[in-house]
């Protein structure tokens, strides 16, 4: 049922002022997901317009989502509906920067690009990469729990989150962890937040620990024929003394899409690895010498501009290969090379070109494909999803079309808790307005 949007208006406008509350009785079609239009557009500037304004929705029963940089907003089911838009973009600040213990405290519309550009002053860096880190904010990237390459050695949000700030639906705050590394006092409701995708409620606030800037970081590329010597390769790789941060696999359709921007030319096989090595300069420097030492084809070290010119490609990759189709694979490690053998296959037999990155050391694959034959894809996106699961593993669809998302699963196949996460969501948002059917 459709609230009273003049009722809504009156009430918000009280909150935020007339300069951050937009209203349209057709709705903002430039902000539809899924096909669900909203008809509010609200701007708070702090936790408490946040928290007031939740409960006007809660007492108005109207449905509401949180949207900062809209990088993630394509992830998820169809919504149920879609009544306001509450964005984050002017919860910007940095609280605190504490650089002795290694730790910093900012609202959750924070861009991550502007947060490293501001602690790289300070020779220290939050280790979070996700796809889209030039342009994501930090609060979507806790909600969608986004992570990226240097997960490998750092860790995922959940490691390096110690402390939280949020509104639940019913306008309350809460404040989970802390500002310190070691916080072991009661309930990690930290990790409750995480991957939530605003079904429980509007992150407003976080505090990370963080890692020294690396004296020294340079890329290694490899190059290989096939995917058999990539795979084998990264094996050893994992088994010897380097101890690399990233570990990337690209299948040769993203070569040639990553080529149209940066100067990899060179990669003409089928199968690319992605080694970037990280810490002071002498180890760098050994580690690089051991990879030369284990009988490689054609390797090229990246430095410098060169360097981050290639993973801030990497991480728009989207973009580059304008998609309308993505998936995500998180399987054990021992099946990613049949993950990509079972995707050459499937493109071969579909005659579309689907691009691959993996997080190799960490059993993610994303795949990238364009075509409008809809059936295809279903049943491409079932076996492929079927696989995975009997080896352990999900396959996620994280950007697609409405007519696909009506005919395929989405989040794959649930896990066992999945009642318990129905329970939590009813127990913090029983009016089911937070994000409707985004999640489950």
Not at 357 to 375: C, K
Not at 410 to 437: A, C, N, T
């Amino acid at each position: 049922m459709m609230p009273d949007y003049e009722l809504l208006t009156s009430k918000i406008e009280h909150i935020v002022g007339r300069e951050y509350l937009y209203y349209s009785h057709g709705g903002f079609l430039d902000f539809a997901v899924d096909g669900k239009v909203p008809g509010l557009l609200v701007y708070p500037a702090n936790l408490d317009e946040v928290s007031a304004i939740l409960r006007v929705a809660n007492e108005e029963e109207a449905s509401i989502c949180p949207w900062s940089q809209g990088t993630k907003i394509v992830i998820g089911n169809i919504p149920k509906s879609l009544d306001i838009i509450l964005f984050t973009s002017r919860l910007n600040k940095v609280i605190e920067h504490d650089q002795g213990n290694l730790t910093v405290t900012l609202e959750a519309g924070v861009k991550l690009s502007e947060l490293q550009s501001l602690i790289k002053d300070k020779k220290q860096f939050l280790p979070l990469d996700p796809m889209f880190s030039s342009r994501c904010s930090i609060g979507g990237v806790i909600a969608s729990n986004s992570n990226g390459p240097r997960r490998l050695r750092y860790g995922s949000v959940r490691d390096l989150l110690i402390g939280i700030k949020a509104v639940l639906p019913t306008g309350e705050g809460i404040k989970a962890g802390g500002k310190v590394v070691k916080n072991v006092a009661g309930y990690d409701m930290c990790k409750l937040f995480v991957g939530s995708f605003g079904t429980l409620g509007i992150i407003t606030e976080a505090t990370f620990k963080l890692y020294p800037l690396p004296e020294v970081e340079k890329t290694v590329l490899l190059s290989f024929e096939n995917s058999a010597q990539a795979f084998e390769f990264i094996s050893r790789l994992l088994e010897s003394v380097v101890l690399p941060s990233s570990l990337e696999a690209l299948n040769y359709s993203t070569i040639k899409v990553l080529s149209k921007k940066i100067d990899i030319s060179f990669m003409e096989n089928t199968c690319c690895l992605v080694i970037r090595l990280e810490g002071f300069e002498e180890s760098v420097k050994r580690e690089c010498d051991e990879i030369r030492k284990m009988g490689i084809g054609y390797a090229r070290i990246l430095e410098g501009p060169e360097q981050e010119g290639f993973w801030t490609e990497l991480s728009d990759f989207p973009y580059l290969v304008g998609s309308n189709f993505r998936f995500k694979v998180s399987a054990p490690t021992s099946i990613t090379f049949d993950i990509f053998n079972k995707v050459d296959e499937y493109s071969k037999n579909l005659g579309v070109s689907i691009s691959l990155i993996s997080h190799a050391g960490s059993g993610i694959v994303y795949g990238f494909l364009s075509t409008e034959e809809m059936d295809n894809i279903i049943q491409f996106i079932n076996e492929l999803g079927s696989y995975v699961a009997e080896a352990g593993g999900y396959l996620v669809v994280e950007s697609a079309s409405t007519e696909i998302k009506h005919k395929v699963n989405i989040w794959g196949h649930l896990p066992g808790g999945v009642e318990i996460m129905r329970k939590i969501k009813g127990s913090f948002d029983p009016k089911g307005l937070m994000s409707p059917g985004r999640l489950l």
